[in-house]
């Protein structure tokens, strides 16, 4: 995969992706939520203007605030310089996309990181007890929700320059979800994919 057919997009348009993203997620809206209501309200993910500055810094705020942007928590060694695209992922990228460098996804997966292998890992029976404790259920129910979807909007992407290598920042439910309902044919899947040759750095990578 090459980025060509991706435009190239602005940091600002990431940053809004991430917390739209993440608002509604169960482990991490909460906090996402009240950052946003703390840094001037959620009309900065329901209606945001990406032409104010002011407001650009404000979602900079919270996803600092809630996840650590740019340097901190879940984005330690990220880059400073990015160059980002947006576009479809076809399914055979899909399908060599890893989850970040975290117990619970390595567990989930049998150590691979792929999203494509949580399936053939719940089935196998060998899921690790503390994983199967927190619930996998959630899996099914959202491919059950997007199996009636045309399409999964804005996941986050990081990549080398040479796309050799693709890990998920955000989005790991839905990507789970695509491949646990075999919609990674059917569905649209869009991202934003991030390059940059420092990427390797991130301590998630």
């Known amino acids: ?101 975290h117990s619970y996804w390595s567990a989930l997966s049998s150590g691979s990181r792929r999203p494509a292998d949580v399936l053939p890992t719940l089935r196998s029976g060998t899921l690790s007890t503390w994983v199967s404790e927190l619930g996998t259920d959630w899996c099914f129910q959202l491919a059950a929700r997007l199996a009636t979807a045309d399409a999964v909007d804005d996941l986050i992407v990081m990549a080398t320059p040479d796309l050799g290598e693709l890990v998920l920042l955000e989005g790991h439910a839905r990507l789970t979800a695509v491949f646990v309902g075999g919609l990674q044919q059917r569905l649209t899947v869009r991202a934003y994919l991030g390059l940059s040759p420092a990427i390797e750095q991130w301590n998630s990578f």
């Open 1 to 101: 995969m090459h980025p060509n057919g991706f435009r190239p997009a602005v940091e600002a348009e990431v940053v809004l992706a991430f917390l739209r993203g993440e608002a509604g997620s169960v482990r991490f809206g909460d906090d996402v939520r009240q950052a946003l209501a703390d840094a001037g309200g959620l009309h900065l993910v329901h209606s945001p203007d990406l032409d104010s500055a002011e407001e650009n810094q404000a979602r900079e705020h919270a996803l600092a605030a809630a996840r650590g942007w740019r340097d901190r928590e879940l984005f330690t060694g990220f880059p400073r310089h990015v160059d980002w695209h947006h576009g479809v992922l076809p399914p055979d990228v899909l399908t060599r996309v890893r989850y970040i460098d």
